[in-house]
């Protein structure tokens, strides 16, 4: 997975709870993103970032806030969870220095909200 | 509005058989094109990249692309079960846009024994 590792792997929460995905990198990469995959909908880009507290919404960015603090960590934050953001979650890196314009993609993350 | 088509299929092959796979994409402004295998339960792999007109070969995986035609294709010769999968066309766009990739939903192909 290029260095790339999420956690937690597997999440079950409740509605209206917070919870916080993490995004972890090793290849030094400018680029984060975070994507939501759905049955019938693909991919879909929820936000990214192109440097360390430099962000911007993607196409699915409502009830997601995002932080990256640091190069290799991106975090993303559902607020107040609900049923529709049952999913699973990836992240993905570009930006490489050799590579810039390929994405890699981390393992995902399932979360289940009840 | 920046769209990626692909049929969702499923395709069906025969081992041993070419499978084609097709994208479509509708800005012109996209300068990187990228072919994705996905299988159940896994995350999506990077299996070709190509930037210019043309063909690039790797192994048993051809990706096509025409740039006039917005069209981007992947060939995979000599089809075997362990590539039976989902495959994702992507498209890039440029840095000043926030290298932003776009995806298809996918064809999902089948390669029977």
């Known amino acids: 997975d290029a260095g790339i590792t999420q956690s937690p792997r597997h999440k079950v929460t409740e509605t209206g709870t917070p919870v916080t995905l993490r995004c972890h990198q090793t290849?030094?990469?400018?680029?984060m993103y975070w994507y939501r995959q759905d049955p019938g909908h693909g991919l879909r880009l929820i936000h990214y970032?192109?440097?360390?507290?430099?962000?911007d919404k993607g196409e699915v960015s409502d009830g997601y806030s995002v932080s990256r603090s640091k190069t290799e960590d991106f975090l993303l934050t559902l607020e107040s969870a609900t049923s529709s953001q049952t999913s699973v979650y990836f992240c993905?890196?570009?930006?490489?220095?050799?590579?810039?314009?390929?994405?890699?993609f981390g393992p995902g993350t399932r979360l289940t909200v009840t | 509005q920046k769209e990626v088509e692909q049929n969702s299929g499923p395709l069906s092959v025969p081992e041993g058989a070419i499978a084609s796979l097709n994208c479509t994409y509708s800005d012109r402004v996209s300068q990187s094109f990228f072919w994705y295998r996905q299988y159940s339960g896994k995350s999506p792999e990077l299996i070709m990249s190509i930037y210019s007109n043309g063909d690039k070969e790797d192994g048993r995986f051809t990706a096509q692309l025409n740039k006039a035609s917005q069209y981007v294709s992947l060939l995979i010769r000599d089809s075997q079960p362990s590539d039976s999968a989902t495959y994702l066309c992507?498209?890039?766009?440029?840095?000043?846009?926030?290298?932003?990739?776009?995806f298809g939903t996918g064809t999902s192909l089948t390669v029977i024994p």
């Open positions: 290849e030094n990469h400018r680029y």
């Open positions: 970032s192109y440097g360390v507290k430099d962000t």
């Open positions: 993905a890196i570009s930006g490489g220095a050799r590579w810039a314009y390929e994405q890699y």
């Open positions: 992507a498209v890039n766009m440029p840095p000043y846009t926030g290298n932003q990739f776009y």
